[in-house]
Each structure stands twice: as C-alpha cells, then as structure tokens.
T-cell receptor
Framework: AQSVTQLGSHVSVSEGALVLLRCNYS??????LFWYVQYPNQGLQLLLK??????LVKGINGFEAEFKKSETSFHLTKPSAHMSDAAEYFC??????????FGTGTSLTVIP | KAGVTQTPRYLIKTRGQQVTLSCSPI?????VSWYQQTPGQGLQFLFE???????NKGNFPGRFSGRQFSNSRSEMNVSTLELGDSALYLC??????????????FGPGTRLTVL
C-alpha cells in the first residue's frame, strides 16, 4: 500500500536548536511530497512541496526539506527553532492520480 | 484571492441527528476534497469532487456523503450522527489535482461535536 510514515509523534527542541522532523514514503515510484503545518484550531498550511525539480526544497518560515530517493525520505529541517514554530506538522504524498495520503503528524514543542 | 472558507466553524449536535457542512474553494479551483481529523486517526480522506462528480472516495460508511455544485462549492452531509463522528472536518481545494504539481489548500475546518 502506498503510504507515508512520520517517525516521532512528538518532538521537543530548545529555542534556537535544529528542528528535524522525519518523513518516509513507501513506493518504488517517486511521489510528489508535501509538508504542511497546522496551528491550533486552524486548517493546514502548505510549508513546501517537492515536485522533482530539485531535491532540496525551501519553504516558508525558514523550513526546508531534502528528497532522498535512496532512503525514500523527505525530512523537514530548520536550522534554528523559534517559539512560533510550535505546531503540528504533516507530511503528505501524492502519486500519479489525485489522492493525497497524509502521515499521522508530528507535534513540535519548542522549549524556551 | 480569498482562501478556502468553511461554514460553520463550530457545530454541536446530538446522536442520531444529521449535519451539513459547507466549503467554498479558492476562486478558480475545481477540485474539493474532504478530510476527517481526529486525535486518534489523524487525517483521513473522505472524498474528492471535481466538476460536480465524485472522483475518489475514502473508506467511510454511507452515512457520509457529499456533493459539489456548478460553482465548485461543496457540501458534505453526515446522517445519523454517532459519538465517533466528533472531529475536525477539513476541506481542501486545488486547481485540478491531475497536474503533478497541483497542491491542496485547506480551509480552517468545521469542528463537529456530537453529544
């Protein structure tokens, strides 16, 4: 089955520390990959997306993600965490076709 | 451009009732997808509509239904509500979702509480 796995349902980092949120997909066909962020009581906001143009993708708010085909991964990183980064993060994949598959989410806590 | 709007934002219903949620996509977007989000199950795909036709359907019982109008606005209906239907219902729109680079844009959601 085509799916996406987010390792770690909760991640805590100190303010100013590196943020690393993990996402792996399961498919022999490279998918189109997305990261979304959800703040409390809000919908999902697109952070960035990979569409095969470049393996390193830069998004909003200083986030970036690198597509690694050999590892079937698309991990999200940010060099220095801010308090405002505390939110739920979702990785999603879309294959040829039109359905998105979402991971179960990672809740990021930023410790002052 | 205005984003995806969903109404109402909050709903409280009792078991056995039915409910209708509304979604207005971004202007020009023709595809609308619905998701149910719960703490235990995460985001689960309900269905997707394009040009007034349901193109995809998730694994939900027939109590969950939807439709799309000619202006791309969409509604979803849940009949005979159960306690487990309490969730945040998210709507997402996209241009076509047949393009490889298409992206879904989400509304703020409707928080449904079933008592």
């Amino acid at each position: 089955a085509q799916s996406v796995t987010q390792l770690g349902s909760h991640v805590s980092v100190s303010e100013g520390a590196l943020v690393l949120l993990r996402c792996n997909y399961s498919s022999s066909v490279p998918p189109y990959l997305f990261w979304y962020v959800q703040y409390p009581n809000q919908g999902l906001q697109l952070l960035l997306k990979y569409t095969s143009a470049a393996t390193l993708v830069k998004g909003i708010n200083g986030f970036e993600a690198e597509f690694k085909k050999s590892e079937t991964s698309f991990h999200l990183t940010k060099p220095s965490a801010h308090m405002s980064d505390a939110a739920e993060y979702f990785c999603a994949v879309r294959y040829t076709g039109n359905q998105f598959y979402f991971g179960t989410g990672t809740s990021l806590t930023v410790i002052p | 451009k205005a984003g995806v709007t969903q109404t109402p934002r909050y709903l409280i219903k009792t078991r056995g009732q039915q409910v209708t949620l509304s979604c207005s996509p971004i202007s020009g977007h023709r595809s609308v997808s619905w998701y149910q989000q719960t703490p235990g199950q995460g985001l689960q795909f309900l269905f997707e509509y394009f040009s007034e036709t349901q193109r995809n359907k998730g694994n939900f019982p027939g109590r969950f239904s939807g439709r799309q109008f000619s202006n791309s606005r969409s509604e979803m209906n849940v009949s005979t509500l159960e306690l487990g239907d309490s969730a945040l219902y998210l709507c997402a729109s996209s241009l076509e979702v047949t393009s490889s680079t298409d992206t879904q844009y989400f509304g703020p959601g409707t928080r449904l509480t079933v008592l």
